[in-house]
């Protein structure tokens, strides 16, 4: 119950939790590090050298062909087994023998790069084969007992990297209450190493990125591969633009808060109000509040704000309900801060070039990687960049550089698939990807609903995307699901009862006949999710 | 003059920054990412193979022979050239062609990890050689510009990165302001790829590390290697402590505050008092006001508080004078937060466990690695740990794990050097290292202050440390340097005066007439220093 109860308070800010507590807690399992085999197996690396995409770097350096087999034979001139060779027949044994040592020889040292395309295999049956008792030291033993039989890879030794939210099986409680963004890991598993990054011991110690720039602490490749994205994507503007850079969007908008509220000595004393339009992003009041700043607070629904100082804080596709938004208020003392996590091809029609003064993205949303906390803001105004980054600096002192180094490297593979698609697949396209799953989800969910009967949903909108050059939908990273049976008052408790998690529609200042689900779990919680709410009457 | 007074504010939050502005920037230059190759070199990648140590993985990859010069000459079973060749003849070619190519399509194709050792001579020679003007933009032209001449390895083409401060010349302002921690870069540039990590564009992309952990973001890897290396430095208490990760020691320092604070509406709404004796860290205060957080704020120096109720902060060895201390106030309603960052053997005897309710740390001085973000708590209480872990869930979704993937491989680099020593030089021991460049350095400027004449230092003091097993002297990471002219009242202007840039005592709640000198910068810039602050009268 505990961990149940963890998981709904964690991520997004959502501090007041689930309520109530009516489903058993799943069996608790070591997090099995990533399900990785702690040798390599030489034929699975075969298979994924073959499988690896026609990228160069690692997977050029397992040859595709396996090893040959069979006897070497020593012919003599004349055809007859048993006299000497010549030298050159032994040179040739040798030479074979060579052949075969270079060959396999990476296989044997090559700790430093296990496989790839088995481990998500692997890893869910590591996760359904060692359960585990409450003992919080088994993460640590359990990861000893899993490895260490076998010599533990050096790139694993510091400890294998984790890998999210335990497995699923069909009677699991399925947790979408998170926007975690495990479905794009097959997009990323596809891509062989396109956006792997090496990182030595040496590099990027210092606190300081770029001492000429407002944003001190951003890597400038960081910097360079934003702007590309957006000039690629047509989703927002960047000449003319600071780029800044965070720890998840989450970190720009404490940032943004902080910028733009006056000194505490200014406005009669009184903090700056932040509003929002309802159904408006639960951790929008919770961040805004926590600390109990004198400098800003929350002050409610947009829609019944009466005053002409305030942040109003406007999110498009908006989160909960993936509607398109715009600012509700207008004030010259009033101002707009626009979170555009959700403004991508795979969610929504890109239909103009946004351009509003602070624009606030996160790599979590765009391309998936939530765990390397990095977002990023588009400022006009100078001065405002200043006080952001100054936030950053006092909160933090800056931004993890490695994450930035990642987060540029998978930004950099999104923009070359397709500036430089030659040899490149459908599937090594992010958006093409993100929107077929989307696709694919959404007449799921739809299906789902049609059968149970007493649910509804936002209806499908559709507009000219100026990326795909077609129409399209939206298909939002969130459902805002209804439920309608006349005796379900709370929808999130109703669901609770069938083992779903959601997020009650009541923290995001709406009705609790509401419930906000996540659309980017992996395949096989939402598979279980859609199944089971078919069957709900 | 402004990138000079932004190095001064920026970095432990010290926004009040420096005063006044009588020193000309230095010469704008190009950050020029680092200095590596564009292409790898085979020859040195030959070299770097013999160099980079005993380690498996990449080095492995790379054999060690040159290719094999020279022609293949067929030869006939009667030994003259001409006559038709036998199958296995022609068999011979293609294996030795196949051995030729097998040993060399490693250096065609791996872009993906280019050579180390000789990184350092050409970053230097590249930061002298790209001077620029301060076109913002040249950092991205620069790097265009530096590179594109040849194709861009695969691991840099995301945009090589950053090195941190600018190189420095003789007549450079020398900016010891901050405490930059690059004096490490040789010790870990010595290890090879001890401290490499590789991160796949699949992994860690969830926001859950481990769900079953109070602290659910943190990867178990790193809590591993946290309680490892405490163990082994005997330097802190794990057993019984919980483990919490953070973006740097300053978050876990602002979520000590918010966990350890009583809700607003206790304690008659006044927000809890945060005090530290005199002189205390120049962020303490900037950190806990910059929010005017209701929660709480800052009461000045413990010495002069009056009062049962507060937090009191003990960093010790103390930033700025790197005095050991302890607590000097005692209340059942009051409690310490020990900010325990320099408390390592390079900088100080290791006397005992210190087994405090919370300790704070971070990679930024252990090992060096500031640019990555990383600190770390050891909490007692699993409810203070909770609520220091909701501030980081609610301020940044987390902690990002690619930094604490790196962290964790950097203190299991470190570990393994001590307690797996076959073959590793003292070099390659960080605390070694470490303490033989403090005693040098702490010596150097001993004799620069004798020689100037009009400088005063703390005493050395020394005691036995347990993890050396010798007696050993205090090596602060920061310089109280004191200026004994009597017409000189404020040490940091007078010496602002002279290109070297330093913290004004008043910062630290002390007498201007001290300033808090870096003794962790490169040794060029040190060298520069010592050698400027010895010729002043």
Known sequence: MAALRRLGTAVDGNFQGATGGMVP???????????????PNRREEGAVANGGGSSPGLA?????????????????????????APFWQAALVVSIVLNIWLFLHPYVNDTAHPPHHHLQQEHQEACLTHPDAADRSAVDS???????????????????PSTGKPAV????VINLDHGDPTMFEEFWRGTGDAAEIVIPGWQTMSYFSDVGNVCWFME?????????????????????????VGTGSTQLFMAALYALSPPADTNGGA?????????????????????????????????????DTYIELVCSPNNPDGTIREAVLSSDSGIAVHDLAYYWPQYTPITKRADHDIMLFTVSKSTGHAGTRIGWALVKDRDVAKKMTKFIELNTIGVSKDSQLRAAKVLKAVSDAYEMPEGKEEQHRLFDYGRRKMVERWSMLREAAATSGIFSLPEETSAYCNFANE????????????????????????LRGHKILTRSGSQFGADPRYVRVSMLDRDDAYDIFVKRLSSLK
């Open 25 to 39: 807690p799943p069996s608790p399992r070591i997090l099995t590090p990533n399900g990785r085999p702690s040798a």
């Open 60 to 84: 050029a350096l397992r040859p595709t062909k396996k090893a040959p087999r069979g006897k070497v034979y020593l012919a003599t001139a004349g055809g007859k087994p048993g006299k000497r």
């Open 142 to 160: 359990g990861r000893r007992r899993a490895r260490l039989e076998e010599p533990v890879p050096k790139a694993w030794a510091a400890g294998a």
């Open 220 to 244: 400038p490749g960081f910097n360079h591969e934003v702007r590309r994205l957006h000039r690629l994507v047509g989703n927002a503007a960047v000449d003319g633009y600071h780029v800044l």
């Open 271 to 307: 903090p700056m109000s932040v509003v929002s339009t309802a159904p408006y992003y639960s951790s929008y009041p919770a961040v805004t509040d926590f600390l109990q700043s004198g400098l800003f607070r929350w002050a409610g629904d947009a829609n019944s704000f009466k005053g």
């Open 169 to 172: 099986t069909p009677d699991s």
């Open 471 to 494: 129409t399209a939908s939206t298909n939002p990273a969130f459902a805002w699901l209804r439920c309608d049976r006349e005796d379900v008052e709370d929808c999130a408790s109703f």
